[in-house]
């Protein structure tokens, strides 16, 4: 009875801890628009070269982000759930995140529930997914420039064929969604490249948060002197 009651007490505190989180996150402020994400991935894709899309997706993004973007950006290979991709970030902080990712040969795989709401647009190539919620057994396809949503724990099978990119936008609690790629990595004998990436987006991490650090600062100070 005694052990019952434990189990109970730590099931209701993670009850209300994700409950507090939930609403936290239903909140909070955050940086990018996805409207707006959705509208520069739309014009990446249609560029008529892959290159020519990254080229737009970057520019696009540094033109109305460009305190937050870093001062580089360069791919990182990525595993997700058997999903063997190449990762380009633009923005990862703990609460949101915008990249491109891209499939240089087929591939698929299942890259897990994730604490977030995600929106994707095709830029080259096409997608494949199948819902393993639902009894019907018809997968959804998305080709260039087609856009769709990957919401909050929900399980989909997904397949890129070979050049496939895709430009993504998600907000949620990111830290639980690394647990994918840590994972998978170390499964498949490469935890270096996941040290790798997260040691070099650790800078990407501080420059997030100092950034919105100032931006509390700033307000506050413009409290305190009455200009608010």
Known sequence: MALLTSKLRYLLLFYAVFQAAQFGLRWKSYDIS???????AGKAAAAPTISQSISTLTSGMRTYYEPIMPSHFEWHAIQLGGLTLR?????????EFAAAFSAPFPTSGRPGLHWANTTCTVLKGKV?????????????????????????FESHVYSFEKDTYVACYGRGFLPLSSTVHVTSGISLGEPLSVI???????YNYWNNLSHTLYRVFQHYKARATGEL
């Open 34 to 40: 996805p409207k707006q994400f959705k509208t520069i």
């Open 87 to 95: 990762m380009y970030p633009m923005l990862t902080a703990f609460t």
């Open 128 to 152: 494949s997914r199948f819902n393993d919620g639902t009894q019907d057994e018809t997968s959804e396809n998305f080709a260039s420039g087609a856009a769709f949503r990957h919401g909050q």
């Open 196 to 202: 790798q990436f997260y040691m070099k987006q650790a």
